[in-house]
């Protein structure tokens, strides 16, 4: 089973939006992260927010984490097109005992200049 | 300069062939990864290692073989047996399981 699904699948907006991406998760986890990909590349971390907290910021970059719901957002403020790329969720994969993460399918946001 | 590199970046297999992908860190990375990525898709675990001498086997490891006899080093070989390799392939390293992964740039396999 999947243990992140991001939401949206893809999102496009205007240079100078926000833009928020979802994902939710399926069993306990000890902290989830986010990860960015531009076109053709390996993947960047970005933030990793523990299950003991419930916000995180880093520059532009907001992440929420309720481990109530199972789900966490990230918020990417003032986006410009640089900003264009592939973000996934990734968890501890704690359901199958592998010591290893799980990645979601991603969401791929298109900003317009 | 500390990272994670992958070599090639492009690589092409003929049918019957097995190849090998490169991925060296010098992170000091105890754990690696080994993950392939299809076109508009997520990431699947093919087979990752915790230390040296030793790996266990992903989600789609069928295909697929490793070897992890240096720290810095965690090559993948594509066997013959894999008959639809054509995909990215990413290696990641990091300190400890649950920790943040370090990526390599990724590989490109294509079949001729």
């Known amino acids: 089973s999947q243990q992140g699904e991001e939401d949206p699948q893809a999102l496009s907006i205007q240079e100078g939006e926000n833009a928020t991406m979802n994902c939710s998760y399926k069993t306990s986890i000890n902290n989830l992260q986010w990860y960015r990909q531009n076109s053709g590349r390996g993947l960047v971390h970005l933030i990793l927010i523990r299950s003991n907290e419930r916000e995180k910021h880093s520059g532009r970059l907001r992440v929420t984490l309720d481990t109530s719901k199972k789900s966490s957002s990230l918020l990417i403020t003032a986006s410009r097109a640089a900003d264009t790329a592939s973000y996934f969720c990734?968890?501890?994969?704690?359901?199958?005992?592998?010591?290893?993460?799980?990645f979601g399918s991603g969401t791929r946001l298109q900003v317009q200049p | 300069d500390g990272g994670i590199t992958q070599s090639p970046k492009y690589l092409f297999r003929k049918e019957g062939q097995n190849v090998t992908l490169s991925c060296e860190q010098n992170l000091n990375h105890d754990a690696m990864y080994w993950y392939r990525q299809d076109p508009g898709q997520g990431l699947r675990l093919i087979y990752y290692?915790?230390?040296?001498?030793?790996?266990q086997k992903g989600d789609i490891a069928e295909g697929y073989s490793v070897s992890r006899e240096k720290k810095e080093s965690f090559p993948l070989t594509v066997t013959s047996a894999q008959k639809n390799p054509t995909a990215f392939y990413l290696c990641?390293?990091?300190?400890?399981?649950?920790?943040?992964?370090?990526f390599g740039p990724g590989t490109r396999l294509l079949v001729l």
């Open positions: 990734a968890t501890p994969q704690e359901d199958t005992g592998r010591r290893a993460l799980t």
């Open positions: 990641a390293s990091s300190l400890g399981p649950k920790e943040t992964q370090y």
């Open positions: 290692s915790q230390i040296v001498n030793d790996f």
